[in-house]
C-alpha cells in the first residue's frame, strides 16, 4: 500500500485475537499499544497480511479497526502485529495527474512515486491564531457561484443536494473549471466517498478528457470498496492538499463528495462498537469529527498556499434537518443549495441562489479582485429576482393581467435570469467578467427606478442599454 509504508520497527507481537465483529478485531492481554497505531493482522493461510488501525484501548484490551474486509478472519491462529506509527501518505510533487484508491494505492498505470515525504494522515485543524482571513477569489466559471455566492481562497463552503441532482456534474464542471485570477499555481485534490463504480469512472474519464487530471490528485473509494476505507479517504486527500499548499505553494481546492457516505460509515464502526447512539443513529462525536476535516481548510499566516474545501453531502429526504447538513452548517462559512425545482425546468447547474449562502463572498469580491461593481450588482439581482418570484406566484394565483407594469417586468427578468443567468450548461466556462456583464444585461427590462440597490454612476456606467 502506497500510503501506509512499511519500513517502521515492529514493536509488538501478539497471538491472542479475541474476536471478530464487522470491521472490528478485538486483541487481549495487549501492553503498550497506543490510540491510532498501525496494525498488521497476520491470519492462516494468506501470503499477505491485512491492515488495520487501533480505534480504541483499554488496560489489557485494542480494539482494531480493519481497512480490509475481516470476512475469512478466523482468531485462531491469527497474529497481530503492533508496528508502533501512524498510518502515514508519501508525498512529493508526482502526485499531481495520479489516481489512487481510497486506500493510498496507485490505481492508474503510471511509475511508483517516488517520496520525497512520509506524512501522517491524521493531520490537524489549523490553529485560529495561525490562520488568515481568507480575501481573495476563487472563479469557478459558474454565473451562480462567482457572482451570487463567491467561493473565497481558504473558505469550506459545502454543496447541499439530494438524491438523483446532479451534483457529481457540477463537481466536475467546478474541479474542470476552478481556477485563481492571480496566474498563481492551482491544484485539485478530488475525494470520492461510497459512489458507484460508474461514477468513479465518470470523475476519472472527465478528469482525463479535458486535461484537468495534469494539475489534480484522484483518491477514489467506491460503494464496493470496504466501509472504513470511507473513513480515511478524505483524511488522504486533505494530506496531499496540505503537502501541495503548504510546502509546494499552491492554492489547492478540495473537492470531497460525498460526505453523507463518509457518516454512514461512521455510523457504521460506532454500531459495531456497540455506542451509545446520537441523533437518528448517528455517534455523538460526528460533530467533532467533521470538523477535524473541515477545519483543515484555510489559509496560514506566513504561508503563500491555501486550501480550499468543498465538501458535497445528499440530505436524505432532502432534509435540511438531517444531522448530516445541520452539523456540517454549523462548522462550515454557508452552502451551496442544489434545487429540485430548476432541475425539473432542466436548468444546469440547478443552484437555488436565494437559498445558498457564501459567510465570505465580500471578501472575494471588489476592485482588484473581480470588478467595482460586483457589490452593487448582485444585491440587485438578488433582490429583483426575489420580487420575480413573488410576481410569479401572483400570476398563477390571480393571472398574469392583473399584474403591475414593475411587476410583469420583474416576471420576465425573473424568467429570463434562470434560463440566461442560472443556466449555463456543463461546457460553458464564463470568466466573472462575462457573468457580471450578464447580469447587467438582464436588468435592462427592469424600470430604472426599481434599481435601488444600485448606485446612479455604477448604472450608468455598467449599463448598456440605459
Known amino acids: 500500500m502506497q500510503a501506509i509504508a512499511n519500513r517502521a520497527q515492529i514493536f509488538k507481537e501478539y497471538k491472542t485475537a479475541e474476536s471478530v465483529n464487522g470491521p472490528l478485531f478485538v486483541v487481549t492481554g495487549v501492553e503498550g499499544v497506543s490510540y491510532e497505531e498501525l496494525v498488521e493482522v497476520f491470519v492462516p493461510g494468506e501470503k499477505t497480511s491485512r491492515l488495520g488501525k487501533v480505534l480504541d484501548i483499554d488496560k489489557t484490551h485494542a480494539v482494531v479497526q480493519m481497512y480490509r474486509p475481516t470476512g475469512g478472519i478466523k482468531t485462531e491462529g491469527a497474529k497481530v502485529r503492533f508496528k508502533g506509527e501512524t498510518a502515514k501518505f508519501e508525498v512529493s510533487p508526482e502526485i499531481l495527474g495520479r489516481v489512487f484508491s481510497g486506500g493510498g494505492e496507485i490505481l492508474d498505470k503510471g511509475a511508483r512515486i517516488i517520496p520525497e515525504k512520509r506524512l501522517d494522515i491524521g493531520g490537524a485543524a489549523i490553529n485560529p491564531w495561525s490562520r488568515e482571513y481568507p480575501n481573495d477569489f476563487i472563479q469557478t466559471g459558474i454565473s451562480s457561484i462567482d457572482v451570487m455566492n463567491t467561493l473565497v481562497r481558504g473558505q469550506k463552503l459545502p454543496i447541499f443536494s439530494g438524491s438523483g441532482l446532479p451534483h457529481?456534474?457540477?463537481?466536475?464542471?467546478?474541479?474542470?473549471?476552478?481556477?485563481?485570477?492571480?496566474?498563481?499555481?492551482?491544484?485539485?485534490?478530488?475525494?470520492?466517498?461510497?459512489?458507484?463504480?460508474?461514477?468513479?469512472?465518470?470523475?476519472?474519464?472527465?478528469?482525463?478528457?479535458?486535461?484537468?487530471?495534469?494539475?489534480?490528485?484522484?483518491?477514489?473509494?467506491?460503494?464496493?470498496?470496504?466501509?472504513?476505507?470511507?473513513?480515511?479517504?478524505?483524511?488522504?486527500?486533505?494530506?496531499?492538499?496540505?503537502?501541495?499548499?503548504?510546502?509546494?505553494?499552491?492554492?489547492?481546492?478540495?473537492?470531497?463528495?460525498?460526505?453523507?457516505?463518509?457518516?454512514?460509515?461512521?455510523?457504521?464502526?460506532?454500531?459495531?462498537?456497540?455506542?451509545?447512539?446520537g441523533r437518528r443513529g448517528y455517534p455523538g462525536y460526528m460533530y467533532t469529527d467533521l470538523s477535524t476535516i473541515y477545519e483543515r481548510a484555510g489559509k496560514v499566516k506566513g504561508r503563500k498556499g491555501s486550501i480550499t474545501q468543498i465538501p458535497i453531502l445528499t440530505m436524505p429526504d432532502d432534509d435540511k434537518t438531517h444531522p448530516?447538513?445541520?452539523?456540517?452548517?454549523?462548522?462550515?462559512?454557508?452552502?451551496?443549495?442544489?434545487?429540485?425545482?430548476?432541475?425539473?425546468?432542466?436548468?444546469?447547474?440547478?443552484?437555488?441562489?436565494?437559498?445558498?449562502?457564501?459567510?465570505?463572498?465580500?471578501?472575494?469580491?471588489?476592485?482588484?479582485?473581480?470588478?467595482?461593481?460586483?457589490?452593487?450588482?448582485?444585491?440587485?439581482?438578488?433582490?429583483?429576482?426575489?420580487?420575480?418570484k413573488e410576481a410569479r406566484e401572483l400570476a398563477v394565483v390571480l393571472g398574469e393581467a392583473s399584474l403591475s407594469e414593475s411587476d410583469k417586468a420583474h416576471l420576465v427578468f425573473s424568467d429570463s435570469f434562470e434560463k440566461q443567468f442560472i443556466n449555463q450548461g456543463e461546457k460553458e466556462d464564463r470568466n466573472i467578467i462575462d457573468s457580471l456583464d450578464l447580469g447587467w444585461k438582464l436588468l435592462e427590462v427592469l424600470p430604472k427606478s426599481s434599481l435601488k440597490r444600485v448606485k446612479a454612476s455604477t448604472v450608468t456606467k455598467y449599463m448598456k442599454g440605459l
Not at 349 to 375: C, F, I, M, N, Y
Request: aromatic residues 10%; proline residues 3%; charged residues 25%.
Open 324 to 388: 448530516i447538513p445541520d452539523l456540517t452548517g454549523y462548522i462550515t462559512e454557508g452552502q451551496f443549495i442544489i434545487s429540485r425545482e430548476l432541475n425539473t425546468k432542466g436548468i444546469f447547474p440547478p443552484v437555488d441562489v436565494q437559498g445558498s449562502l457564501s459567510r465570505l463572498w465580500a471578501a472575494g469580491v471588489g476592485e482588484g479582485k473581480t470588478r467595482e461593481d460586483h457589490k452593487e450588482l448582485k444585491d440587485q439581482l438578488f433582490a429583483s429576482y426575489a420580487v420575480g
Open 168 to 277: 457529481a456534474r457540477l463537481a466536475a464542471q467546478i474541479a474542470r473549471q476552478a481556477k485563481v485570477t492571480t496566474g498563481e499555481a492551482f491544484a485539485i485534490v478530488f475525494g470520492t466517498m461510497g459512489v458507484t463504480f460508474e461514477e468513479a469512472e465518470y470523475f476519472r474519464k472527465e478528469f482525463e478528457a479535458t486535461g484537468a487530471l495534469e494539475r489534480s490528485v484522484l483518491f477514489l473509494n467506491t460503494a464496493a470498496d470496504p466501509v472504513v476505507e470511507r473513513i480515511m479517504t478524505p483524511r488522504l486527500a486533505l494530506t496531499a492538499a496540505e503537502y501541495l499548499a503548504f510546502e509546494k505553494e499552491m492554492h489547492v481546492l478540495v473537492i470531497l463528495t460525498d460526505m453523507t457516505n463518509y457518516c454512514e460509515a461512521l455510523r457504521e464502526v460506532s454500531s459495531a462498537r456497540k455506542e451509545v447512539p
